[in-house]
């Protein structure tokens, strides 16, 4: 990332920074990378669980960038967008650029059985219906929501910054540690961590037993002696978490870390982390931690450079392609 890239803005006059309530510390941060103040914008629960959203500053003819990830309460911080969005647009702003850096529903993005709402695509619907001009999303689950969209997506991707806390440690020698893909589906993404971390690829080959519960059929590579570096693009109720000790069982070394870019981190998640045979969970901030789920274990990436990044380039017209999940 570029040193200069924050100080590279041309109009910070037409440019405006908000925040939605979904993860304001994350969005302040951006902002001061940008050298900019977030604009101002009042949101209110109201007393029947209406949200109510007013502008507080003129926007007409100015580029916005929306900052608003959608963990939980899921539903809310999407309706909380969807309202936003809808302010910008009947207040005639120039461009409406959503950063959804956890984007709702996208494990949601098919139809596996039949009868089954395609739920990623209706996110991607309203989204454009409501007004969006453009999308900014972090690590998505399923690559093709991205086709979901008729306006310009940027699928920005953490693995760099996440890939650089295990770069140049002494825990993680190139010849003695292995990076392990929870499936094929997550095999291209862990790739792309072996590649740039110079380590050799695993693949776990797992049985699904139900919508949160698989088994380890077998692993396609070698891990015999070797740490390992488990990655995955979310981790919710930690299912992920139960495979490790079958991994150990099999010849890897104790205890295993994972990488993980987004902490959904459900508290079943967070009881499973107290195991043993699990050293840390480097992961991002693209989802704000509360004290309730806050654990040693956890070690916090900042994204905020790189979304700084990539809104400096997109207001000033440049290409975000250093930037892009290009798989």
């Known amino acids: 990332m570029s040193r200069q890239s924050h100080k590279a803005l041309t109009n910070v006059e037409d440019l405006r920074i908000f925040s939605g309530s979904a993860n304001r510390p994350l969005a302040e941060a951006v902002a001061k990378k940008l050298g900019v103040q977030l604009s101002e914008v009042t949101i209110r629960r109201l007393s029947d669980g209406e949200i109510h ?3 507080e500053e003129l926007v007409r003819h100015q580029d916005i960038f929306i900052i608003q990830p959608c963990a939980a309460p899921v539903n809310d911080n999407f309706v909380e967008l969807l309202l936003l969005v809808d302010a910008f647009r009947r207040a005639s702003a120039g461009g409406i650029n959503v950063v959804i850096p956890y984007y709702p529903y996208a494990r949601q993005d098919r139809m596996a059985r039949g009868r ?8 991607a619907r309203t989204l454009e219906t409501m007004g969006a001009s453009r999308i900014i999303y972090v690590d998505i689950h399923a690559l093709q929501i991205q086709g979901f969209f008729d306006v310009p997506v940027d699928p920005l991707t953490a693995l760099p910054i996440l890939s650089e806390y295990f770069q140049n440690d002494p825990r993680f020698l190139p010849d003695k540690t292995v990076i392990v893909s929870p499936d094929v589906g997550r095999a291209r993404f862990a790739g792309k961590y072996a590649e740039q971390l110079g380590m050799p690829l695993a693949i776990m080959h797992k049985r699904r037993l139900d919508f949160d519960k698989t088994r380890i059929d077998t692993v396609v ?4 002696g070797k740490t390992v570096i488990l990655i995955d693009d979310l981790i919710a109720g930690g299912s992920v978490l139960d495979q490790i000790p079958a991994l150990v069982e099999m010849g890897a070394e104790a205890p295993v870390y994972l990488s993980v ?10 009881d499973r982390l107290n195991r043993e045979e699990i050293a840390e969970l480097v992961t991002t901030d693209t989802i704000f931690t509360p004290p309730e789920k806050q654990h040693p274990k956890i070690k916090v990436q900042s994204i905020a450079p790189m979304l700084a990044e990539a809104i400096d380039r997109i207001h000033c017209g440049k290409t975000v392609s250093p930037l892009l999940r290009l798989l």
């Open 53 to 55: 959203v007013q502008i």
């Open 221 to 224: 590579g070698d891990i015999e």
């Open 261 to 270: 870019t987004h902490p959904v981190l459900l508290p079943s998640a967070l």
């Open 116 to 123: 089954e709402a395609i739920s990623a695509k209706v996110v």
